[in-house]
């Protein structure tokens, strides 16, 4: 497990390109045939990936964790975002094709993932963040989430969010989670920009075409970065930074947020005038 440790709104702004994606972009995930997992202190979350081409792939908890096993006190939401797979959670098999969504909840002490077909394998996108309270393990299918739609064609960004964790879907003790799909056409993600200093937040890219980028934008409303995200890359956004972003076409992302509340809405905006 690779740990992070954030830099905070003060010394970010004296980190160059390499630097700031070495504390804030995750670029390795995905790889097939194994679990990687990234330990960031930005409310202890937990990001990582599971790509299993041959025998199962089994979740264990290394020893930073300090735990008899990964989810005994954590909780855990998987997004697949590849081909048909299955996770097993304590001996119960759940199927999951492509953007179907499984929440684990604590105290879980077997997770396990396989592919339906090794030559197409799933890629299970995971989020994990400490609970306090225990949740039913649940299984939502795309057609089971909450869908929003937002922006404007004029605008380009116009997108369709997706929520599965969230006060009124799965429950969880502190785990948001979901994502949001951009229209052809549209580039522009979360728009008006925002903080919420009560959660960090996770972005992972994805579906997005090998020739384009998305330019994520970072930091404080008052001193912006910017760095460049290919396919299936993370990006971990502390409390106090804007998250939005421009791609050089249409692409999908998952959010995901922890921290003192789940209350979605609860935003700083960052109006985009005022924005440096």
Sequence with gaps: MQIRFSPNQNDYTKLCTDGLRANFLIETLFVPGKIELVYSDADRAIIGSAVPTGSALKLSADAELRAAFFCERRELGILNIGGSGAVEVDGKKYEMNKLDCLYVGRGSREVSFTSKDAAKPAAFYLLSYPAHAAYPTT??????????????????????????????????????????????????????????????????????????????????????????????????????????????????????????????????????????
């Design 139 to 276: 299984l939502a299918t795309m057609k089971d989430a909450a869908p929003v739609e937002l922006g404007s064609l004029a605008d380009a960004n116009r997108r369709t969010i997706y929520k599965y964790i969230h006060t009124d879907g799965i429950k969880s003790c502190q785990l948001v989670m979901g994502f949001t799909k951009l229209q052809e056409g549209a580039v522009w993600n979360t728009m008006p920009p925002h903080t919420h200093t009560r959660r960090s937040e996770v972005y992972i890219y994805f579906d997005v075409d090998p020739k384009r980028r998305v330019m994520h934008f970072m930091g404080t409303p008052q001193q912006t970065r910017h760095l460049v995200v290919a396919d299936r890359q993370a990006i971990i956004s502390p409390s106090w930074s804007i998250h939005c972003g421009c791609g050089t076409g249409a692409y999908t992302f998952c959010w995901g947020m922890g921290g003192e509340n789940q209350t979605f809405d609860d935003m700083d905006p960052a109006p985009i005038v005022q924005l440096r």
